[in-house]
């Protein structure tokens, strides 16, 4: 009988210690997306790609240049509109359309244009769960740029005032009060103000292969004002 008693106890502590795994969550996958859209083969380690990406145009001026022409920010823009963007002239330009439109689709649909001939992304490449995060960051997870940074004057509508408190307590810690911490970065005052586009998306996606949060659970305009402050430091 104390044998029975032991071994159902035994049972019921393995039950109720079992540890739980955590699921992901969707802000989870789309910031992880927005990392594969910035740099997909530093996300997932795989080797710099060789060969030319066979949906870059001849004309793009990274053409087979270090894996450029694979990330996805290089043909449409780091605001997601593509020649109606930000890379509407420059040597950025492509001609290629913005993927605004993508959230008209379905996550199978879009899954079959980036393993389609045109794109090219083998399994290899993008794994299945890789697919997965860069179409929810596609189909949810972008944001409207116009509606924050000045496409002309590259100048943010964000809170300078609130934007140093984020800032000195969410990011200092790596890149330094000035911003000019790490080696390997470039002063995040020059960076700011040359491509606010790309640093929102930064500050929203993290940056791949870093330890870098990424802000996207928060509040929208904390991003924005993060943004505002880094225009004010030093840009050499």
């Not at 969707?26 to 997909?40: E, N, P, Q, T, V």
């Not at 200092?172 to 491509?195: F, M, Q, Y």
């Amino acid at each position: 009988m104390l044998r029975i008693y032991l071994f159902i106890l035994t049972l019921c502590l393995v039950t109720v210690w079992q540890p739980v795994m955590a699921s992901e969550s969707l802000d989870y996958s789309i910031a992880r997306g927005g990392k594969l859209y910035d740099k997909w083969f530093k996300v997932n380690s795989y080797s710099t790609p060789k060969l030319a990406n066979p949906a870059y145009p001849d004309r793009g001026a990274y053409k087979n240049k270090k894996g450029a022409d694979w990330r996805c920010k290089e043909c449409h823009g780091w605001d997601y509109r593509g020649d109606g963007g930000a890379y509407s002239t420059g040597k950025h330009f492509t001609g290629i359309v913005g993927i605004f439109q993508a959230d008209t689709i379905s996550e199978a649909q879009l899954a079959s244009i980036l393993r389609g001939q045109q794109h090219g992304y083998t399994t290899e490449m993008l794994a299945d769960k890789d697919l997965i995060d860069l179409t929810n960051f596609i189909r949810t997870g972008m944001v409207e740029m116009d509606n924050y940074i000045n496409r002309k004057t590259k100048m943010v509508t964000g809170d300078v005032s609130k934007g140093v408190n984020y800032y000195q307590t969410i990011c200092a810690g790596c890149h330094g009060l000035d911003g000019k911490e790490e080696d390997d970065v470039p002063p995040l005052g020059k960076l700011s103000n040359k491509n606010p586009w790309e640093t929102m998306h930064k500050i929203l996606n993290g940056q791949p292969g870093a330890d870098m949060p990424a802000m996207r659970a928060l509040d929208m305009q904390i991003s924005v004002d993060i943004l505002a402050y880094l225009q004010t430091l030093p840009k050499e």
